[in-house]
């Protein structure tokens, strides 16, 4: 039984990576992936919803009629969301302030109406949980090595912290807009030729 | 291989004894003349710029192809042309190692990633320089005048700055020359339309996409342009567009192959070129419609593929 869970977990995190081998979120993680701190709170933030939703939509699968399904999923989701939203407010005002419109959006997140759909509608509670912990710090894990990239890059920073020197001609364009779609792309480019590497070998 | 699936157009076919190499190095060759004319007006450092450029290029090409366990070709010649049109694409203020990142990201990034020679969906030089404009703003726009090698703007930047004035103008005999400020191998029109009659005489490349890229140029900025300053002869002479209509946009692999599509591809080059001149954030569009248009070309083939020989007209 025990085996189970571990496998969903590392499931999550390795070998069906949202971001990287589902590749689903792809918005929040281009938008919000330019600082680490930024990508390392959006994670904390997904995966809370993830797993609440997840528990919650697991709890009512015998109770949610088929044919309403996807909006009773998304005012379960919209719940957590807003539980996050205001808890950032209040607690982390200047995070809320960076990530802006993109946590309200955590609602329309594909990864989790997909983990709803695919995972939490057919599991128990537990396994539901551990299903969206997983995915959750999957999806945690892929923005931070996407966003360490842009912000070393991009800013010379790693985490608010200089890594470069300050005088050295760091890349504007990897903390813009354009350089979120390079690096993803080189990022999961890297990833499938490891993949199919070691898949070969 | 499946992607290496051979595509043609309609018969009929002859052998041609080109090759790519051969292509390759007659194109380098018709790039000496704005090559030699870059060091002879900002000396040396147009030298190690383009010299730079080169070898990262090569170097890239040979270590990504290494690495990717392929066959190694640099010996085509496509990676030296990279490399030097993306030194000839540098202003001659810029620091050294930002021809060796643009050739970096120009060979690995734009054409090794997307499979190597005849696979890139970009022009490699002109994607690297525009991501070396997007990356590093400032080092990208150190224009210097030649020879004495003080800072100035281009001629479009000065145009671009307000109704201009006719005395800080530079004159149309400079910009034909080369006598102006601009990135190294755009500024001299007369060394690039020398190499361009040898290559179009040589029959390297089609004479459709340069002559309505810069015939478009001409028409659209003699109608919109300011007080004749601004005019058509000044757009023609004046920034990349030589560079880019005879070298950049006549590319193999990401222009269309028609005839009918090179036509309406060299318009659009043109097109947003002066879209850009003129109403755009940039003084330059030559570089971001050319890249524009390349996005493009597999949709332009596709609407303009000549009718197969035999195929009756369908009766309406």
Not at chain 1, 11 to 18: C, L, R, S, Y
Not at chain 1, 118 to 124: E, G, I, L, W
Not at chain 2, 29 to 50: N, Q
Request: aromatic share 10%; glycine share 10%; net charge positive.
């Amino acid at each position: 039984m025990k085996n189970k869970y571990l496998k969903t977990l590392t499931d999550g995190v390795v070998t069906e990576n949202p971001l990287f081998r589902l590749v689903l979120g792809t918005c929040p993680a281009l938008a919000v992936s330019s600082a680490v701190a930024n990508g390392f709170w959006m994670g904390l933030m997904v995966i809370f919803v993830l797993t609440f939703s997840n528990m919650l939509i697991s709890a009512l699968r015998n109770f949610i009629p088929d044919k309403i399904r996807i909006p009773c999923y998304i005012v379960i989701i919209a719940t957590f969301v807003t539980i996050v939203d205001l808890l950032m407010a209040a607690y982390m005002h200047e995070m809320h302030k960076t990530l802006g419109i993109f946590i309200p959006l955590i609602v329309v997140n594909c990864i989790i109406l997909a983990r709803a759909e695919s995972f939490a509608s057919k599991n128990s509670i537990l396994h539901s949980a551990v299903d969206g912990i997983g995915m959750g710090l999957g999806f945690m894990a892929a923005l931070m090595i996407v966003a360490t990239f842009r912000e070393v890059l991009g800013n010379g920073t790693f985490f608010n912290i200089r890594v470069l020197p300050a005088g050295f001609p760091v890349a504007k364009v990897m903390v813009e807009a354009p350089g979120a779609f390079i690096t993803l792309g080189l990022v999961l480019g890297l990833i499938n030729l490891i993949t199919a590497r070691s898949k070969t070998a | 291989m499946e992607e290496n699936k051979l595509i043609v157009l309609s018969a009929p076919h002859f052998k041609s004894p080109l090759t790519t190499k051969k292509i390759m190095f007659t194109v380098i060759l018709a790039l000496i003349p704005a090559a030699a004319a870059s060091v002879v007006f900002f000396g040396i450092k147009a030298l190690l710029h383009i010299l730079i450029s080169v070898v990262a290029a090569v170097a890239t090409e040979f270590v990504v192809q290494k690495l990717l366990k392929k066959k190694i070709n640099i010996t085509d010649g496509s990676a030296i042309l990279t490399g030097l049109l993306m030194g000839m694409n540098l202003p001659a203020g810029a620091p050294l190692w930002i021809g060796a990142v643009g050739s970096i990201f120009a060979i690995a990034v734009v054409k090794e990633a997307f499979g190597g020679l005849g696979q890139n969906f970009m022009n490699p030089a002109l994607a690297a320089r525009a991501m070396l404009l997007a990356a590093w703003p400032s080092q990208m726009v150190s224009w210097v005048t030649p020879i004495d090698a003080i800072a100035t703007a281009t001629p479009l930047a000065i145009a671009k700055a307000g109704v201009p004035d006719t005395a800080t103008l530079p004159l149309l005999w400079d910009m034909f020359i080369g006598f102006v400020g601009g990135s190294l191998g755009e500024t001299s029109a007369l060394a690039l339309m020398i190499g361009g009659i040898y290559l179009i005489y040589k029959e390297i490349i089609d004479y459709r996409i340069p002559l309505s890229f810069l015939g478009t140029v001409f028409v659209l900025a003699t109608i919109f342009g300011v007080d004749g300053i601004n005019s058509g002869l000044f757009h023609l002479l004046g920034g990349g567009v030589m560079l880019g209509a005879i070298f950049m946009a006549t590319d193999y692999v990401t222009s269309p192959s028609t005839a009918k599509g090179r036509w309406i591809y060299g318009i659009g080059c043109g097109l947003i070129t002066i879209l850009i001149r003129f109403w755009g954030g940039y003084p330059e569009g030559v570089s971001f419609a050319i890249l524009l248009m390349n996005i493009c070309a597999p949709l332009i083939e596709n609407y303009t593929l000549p009718t197969k020989f035999g195929k009756v007209a369908k009766v309406k």
